[in-house]
């Protein structure tokens, strides 16, 4: 099993950025895929973006050039910086790991973003 924690999130003001962290219960260097999704309120839970052992990335559209996701093996921990933040981007943040075909996410972590 792999525990996770979010970390980073709060409040600020359209255009700001934010760094959110995701700490692993475990070595993730070997989890096939660690990735960040995020669930407005009224809305479904969706993909923001994800990143695979090997280093690979993808982004939703909505993202794309604005947010980073990266993975710090040493610290069994994974990053999304989000730049230019829009208030459309206001959501709880969950991190998942993707362990050999078993799915495991974190409680969240809630993101504001002010107009």
């Known amino acids: 099993q792999v525990q996770l924690v979010e970390s980073g999130g709060g409040l600020v003001q359209a255009g700001g950025s934010l760094r959110l962290s995701c700490a692993a219960s475990?070595?993730?260097?070997?989890?096939?895929?660690m990735g960040w999704y995020r669930q407005a309120p009224g809305k479904q839970r969706e993909l923001v973006a994800v990143i695979s052992s090997g280093g690979n990335t993808n982004y939703a559209d909505s993202v794309k050039g604005r947010f980073t996701i990266s993975r710090d093996n040493a610290w069994n921990t994974v990053y999304l910086q989000m730049n230019g933040l829009k208030p459309e981007d206001t959501a709880v943040y969950y991190c998942?790991?993707?362990?050999?075909?078993?799915?495991?996410w974190g409680k969240g972590t809630l993101v504001t973003v002010s107009s």
């Open positions: 475990k070595s993730i260097f070997s989890i096939n895929a």
């Open positions: 998942n790991a993707d362990d050999v075909g078993l799915g495991y």
